[in-house]
């Protein structure tokens, strides 16, 4: 067998022509720090405990945020490249339950 036929062939899903929503960019940054603490977390659970950007997201050279920043970016537009769409939920309000309720059996 040759190299070229061990070779791993990325093919993420083409995003070119996506153009997000203003609304739906905004998260980005959001995201980006949700897919740092990901990464973080798994990080500690393999035991590793001294890699130099097991820090807080807000702590990260640019470089990094920009790393987690284009892989928010292209999951999102990745949903709307696959048909859907992501709508902002409306505030619903909180049901509290009576004391009587809350010791029902479900």
């Known amino acids: 067998m040759t190299l070229k036929e061990f070779m791993y062939e990325p093919k993420p899903i083409d995003t ?3 153009e997000l929503p203003k609304s739906i960019s905004l998260l980005t940054e959001r995201l980006a720090e949700s897919c ?3 990464w973080a977390i798994a990080k500690l659970a393999q035991g590793i405990t001294d890699h130099k ?3 807080p ?3 990260l050279d640019e470089p990094t945020k920009d790393y987690d920043r284009k892989t928010a970016m292209e999951t999102l537009k990745a949903i709307y ?3 859907y ?3 902002p939920a409306r505030k619903l309000p909180v049901i509290r339950k009576s004391p009587a309720e809350s010791h029902s059996p479900v």
């Open 57 to 59: 997201y807000g702590e």
């Open 81 to 83: 490249a696959l048909g």
């Open 85 to 87: 769409e992501i709508v």
């Open 53 to 55: 950007d097991l820090i």
């Open 36 to 38: 740092h603490d990901n």
């Open 16 to 18: 070119a022509q996506i």
